[in-house]
């Protein structure tokens, strides 16, 4: 009886009928005692009767409790199921979204290392580009003071023959190659000291004035070094080519065709670069520009 008591849900309707059949049963039985009793038999059958009264009412509050009980549980219990499910939900999607963020910061975390690595093998190459170029600009800075040396009145400007009118201009020692010097070294230690705007400029002054002059050629070549440590690649580029073609047999186009290389580095074009340092290597074997050139190819690994 206790377990009907506690029914719910889709079984309400069938402790209804079950509380309606006590309910009738009371009744019934004490109209039954009441109909074949006697008169000291009814007044206990009255009492009997009000203790059955009593009872169902308490009977009745009880079911109805119950009942209400029942349906605010299942209520209860409906939304709590409700609230379960949603949060279930709502953590599967949480959880998506953390494995998505997790995959794509894993995926930047790639990235950066590809690019972290990348960069490091760009500084080690331009690393040894600039040490090499220092190097080089060492030595020529040596070959230059060697051929352009010129001591006012000394021994090596006295001809043991006769200097003609045509030689005259251009004769050691004479006023014009003194002004030519002049001009030609002031842009120089402008070079040397950083100014490469003021050292284009002088050279430009130079090679206008003394086209043909012996030191023409390493003008040039000194235009094109100070575009390129300018970073202006492209005009570096035509001035090389420029050194390369009015002057080919300068004994400054391997490093023109290296300086070159190390130009088509800088702007990303790879291929370009190693074509002209196989070039420097297969046509001046001999040259400093090849070692150089040697090295280069060693660090893009050829």
């Not at 690019?115 to 800075?141: C, G, K, N, V, Y």
């Not at 190390?262 to 290597?281: G, N, P, W």
Request: proline content about 3%; some cysteine.
């Amino acid at each position: 009886m206790l377990a009907i008591l506690r029914c719910g849900g889709e079984n309400v309707k069938t402790c209804n009928m079950f509380r309606r059949a006590i309910y009738g049963g009371f009744v019934g039985m004490a109209l039954w005692l009441s109909s074949c009793a006697s008169p000291q038999q009814e007044q206990s059958l009255t009492q009997i009767q009000s203790q059955i009264s009593v009872l169902s009412n308490e009977m009745r509050d009880s079911f109805s409790k119950t009942e209400e009980d029942t349906v605010n549980l299942y209520k209860q219990l409906n939304e709590e199921v409700r609230q379960l499910q949603k949060n279930q939900a709502d953590n599967a999607e949480v959880n998506d979204q953390l494995a998505a963020s997790v995959t794509a910061i894993e995926a930047k975390l790639d990235e950066y290392n590809a690019r972290m690595t990348q960069l490091s093998e760009r500084l080690d190459s331009t690393e040894t580009a600039l040490t090499d170029r220092i190097t080089s600009l060492s030595d020529q800075m040596g070959e230059i003071k060697n051929e352009t040396a010129i001591i006012p009145g000394g021994p090596d400007q006295q001809q043991s023959a006769p200097i003609t009118e045509e030689q005259s201009s251009t004769t050691v020692g004479s006023p014009q190659d003194s002004e030519a010097s002049r001009m030609y070294h002031q842009p120089y230690t402008l070079y040397v000291n950083g100014d490469f705007e003021a050292a284009i400029s002088g050279f430009q002054r130079y090679l206008q004035q003394y086209p043909g002059a012996e030191l023409a050629d390493m003008a040039q070549f000194w235009i094109a070094e100070s575009f390129f440590s300018l970073g202006e690649y492209e005009t570096a580029l035509k001035e090389y080519d420029t050194l390369i073609n009015k002057y080919p047999n300068s004994d400054k186009i391997p490093d023109a065709f290296l300086g070159k290389a190390d130009t088509f580095l800088k702007l990303d074009r790879q291929i370009e670069a190693i074509s002209h340092l196989k070039y420097v290597m297969n046509q001046f074997p001999d040259s400093a520009a090849a070692r150089k050139a040697a090295d280069r190819l060693k660090s893009l690994g050829e």
